[in-house]
């Protein structure tokens, strides 16, 4: 559904994309890693639209990007920012509600439709209860699983995350990692989510891309890329490997 | 789910025809008290007392409403395409080139051909809004804070044309221009309120254009973005209709403060909702509130009439402290 060819981006300064190629099918849930500025943000603002690649191409269902309407590119595709905040509070159920923009005429106003997605979007995130709260009375967990919804609501076919997994704490970690997996097993959406928490992103997705200096260094299985010298190799610290519960886990070593 | 939307649908008209309701009373105050005081059978006999009504108070307190209106338009439009709430044509420096453009004006001695001052004073604004907005352009790119910042640098070098201008003034300009600089509705004229009515009908219909992409820079430009809104084409026609309508309150009624800055953060109190809601909220709640501080300047001190200016900001200042501390 996604085929991305021959892209580079730069930014005023520095190349942040050398020549990425890769694609996704329908019904992945995978995981962009890297260290930190090796390009993940940028690979997913060009597939989000956010920013148009300086050579080559993407295509998403057979159409280049540059093919699509912006809206109607926005009703297919769904883009979470690394830090999503609005300038004033609102309700969480009119923030979800705005995810269903790209469906509205210039003068329209959300329908019972709409609210009915935002509200299925809600409950699945598990975050309901929050429809009436406010944003400033939200902790950063809810605030993203809100945020999340509102990508959600527009049922995207493509849903680019940057770091999801970020500032959230253990628990969160773990609640929205195994819901990102079951948005995909649920909805039969393509998630593509930046993270560097490794062991997370490996434990639940398809596919794990790695990023390195702004090219795409491995497309890798979660088992593959649970090797000591893989980590060495594309994340740059000394690490051993533990078998526990049937799985295999990246500690650092100290 | 259901019932919370809907009573909200229905509240939002509610809160409109409220508002509505509350600036018609308040102007019906507006016209009703001055210090000539009109009695029902003066006006049926009187031809002086008509006039006092329909030439002199009629125009002010309707000039009035629409330039509170304006200057909390601007104000929620600039907050929104800067996403910042401290954002206002005044701290952009767009009142500041009006004035600083009037001042000059008047220094050069214009003030004798009618609607020359406030011609200069329109230019400066536009002008002031070009040169904030060019000056915080960067490859096709406006930086929310090189903007405020550019308004910051362009205030002080207004300060210093209008100061300079004053200096070159005999002294019946010097007090003409005051008057000006403090902001006054004291002989506005018919035509100047259809002007004022014509910039905010335009203005208006171009932001409830735009509405639908302009609710949506609330969550940042890049989310906008990915969300097929034209951000770069938003905020160019945001901006110019901002500046314009600021240029045209302050060329008919001299510089208010406050207004911009105080109507938005008011209505977003007691109304937390995208930007299609606040519209005519904050409209109607800035013709409320300069009608009202109108009312205020007239009658508060016999015989005296308070600069309108000074009591939109001796009204701003202690609650824009308390939203301040509220935010903190």
Request: with cysteine.
């Amino acid at each position: 559904m996604l085929e991305v060819e021959n892209v580079s981006f730069a930014y005023a300064e520095s190349v942040a994309l050398r020549d990425v190629s890769t694609r996704a099918e329908a019904g992945q849930l995978i995981a962009l890693t890297g260290q930190n500025g090796s390009g993940k943000s940028t690979l997913l603002k060009v597939v989000a639209r956010v920013v148009a690649p300086s050579h080559g191409e993407v295509r998403f269902e057979g159409r280049a990007l540059v093919e699509w309407g912006g809206r109607e590119y926005a009703r297919n595709v769904g883009y979470l920012p690394q830090d999503p905040d609005a300038t004033f509070s609102m309700r969480a159920i009119d923030i979800v509600v705005s995810g269903r923009a790209p469906f509205l005429t210039r003068f329209g106003w959300e329908g019972e439709g709409d609210f009915a997605a935002a509200a299925e979007a809600l409950e699945m995130c598990d975050a309901g209860h929050l429809a009436a709260r406010y944003l400033d009375e939200m902790s950063g967990g809810e605030r993203k699983r809100v945020f999340l919804a509102r990508v959600l609501a527009a049922r995207p076919k493509l849903i680019l995350l940057d770091e999801p997994l970020s500032a959230l704490d253990a628990a969160h970690v773990q609640q929205f990692s195994r819901l990102l997996r079951h948005i995909v097993d649920r909805t039969g959406s393509t998630v593509i989510f930046a993270s560097h928490e490794l062991n997370w992103a490996a434990a639940y997705s398809d596919r794990v891309l790695v990023m390195r200096d702004g090219a795409l260094a491995a497309d890798l299985t979660p088992a593959e890329i649970m090797s000591p010298e893989i980590v060495r190799d594309l994340f740059g610290f000394d690490a051993r490997t533990v078998s526990s519960g049937g799985r295999t886990w990246i500690v650092p070593e100290v | 789910m259901k019932p919370t939307t809907l009573n909200s649908q229905f509240s939002i008209l509610n809160s409109i025809l409220l508002l509505g309701l509350i600036l018609l009373i308040v102007i019906a105050i507006a016209i009703s008290v001055g210090s000539a005081s009109l009695s029902w059978s003066e006006l049926a006999h009187d031809e002086t007392a008509r006039a006092i009504l329909l030439r002199i108070r009629a125009p002010r307190v309707v000039a009035a409403a629409l330039a509170g209106a304006i200057l909390a338009v601007a104000g929620l439009a600039f907050q929104t395409l800067l996403r910042n709430p401290l954002a206002d044509p005044f701290i952009l420096g767009v009142s500041g080139g009006a004035a600083a453009g009037a001042a000059v004006a008047t220094a050069l001695g214009w003030g004798k051909y009618p609607g020359l001052v406030q011609i200069i004073a329109f230019a400066g604004a536009a002008a002031a809004t070009a040169a904030v907005f060019l000056l915080a352009r960067r490859r096709e790119h406006t930086d929310p804070t090189r903007l405020l910042l550019s308004g910051l640098v362009l205030n002080a070098f207004f300060s210093a044309v209008i100061l300079i201008a004053f200096s070159f003034s005999t002294q019946t300009d010097l007090t003409a221009a005051l008057r000006w600089m403090m902001g006054s509705l004291q002989g506005v004229t018919w035509f100047e309120t259809l002007v004022l009515a014509a910039f905010l009908a335009a203005a208006m219909i171009v932001l409830a254009w735009m509405a639908n992409d302009l609710r949506m820079l609330v969550f940042g430009e890049e989310d906008a973005k990915s969300r097929g809104v034209e951000v770069e084409r938003v905020k160019l026609a945001g901006f110019l209709c901002g500046s314009l309508i600021t240029g045209a309150a302050v060329s008919v009624t001299g510089v208010i403060g406050f207004v911009g800055l105080l109507v938005p953060h008011l209505v977003r109190l007691v109304w937390r909702r995208d930007f299609r809601v606040l519209l005519p909220l904050t409209a109607l709640g800035g013709a409320t509130l300069l009608v009202a501080a109108d009312i205020v300047a007239r009658v508060a001190i016999p015989a005296v009439e308070l600069p309108i200016a000074a009591l939109t900001a001796l009204l701003g200042v202690p609650l824009f402290l308390s939203l301040l501390r509220r935010d903190a």
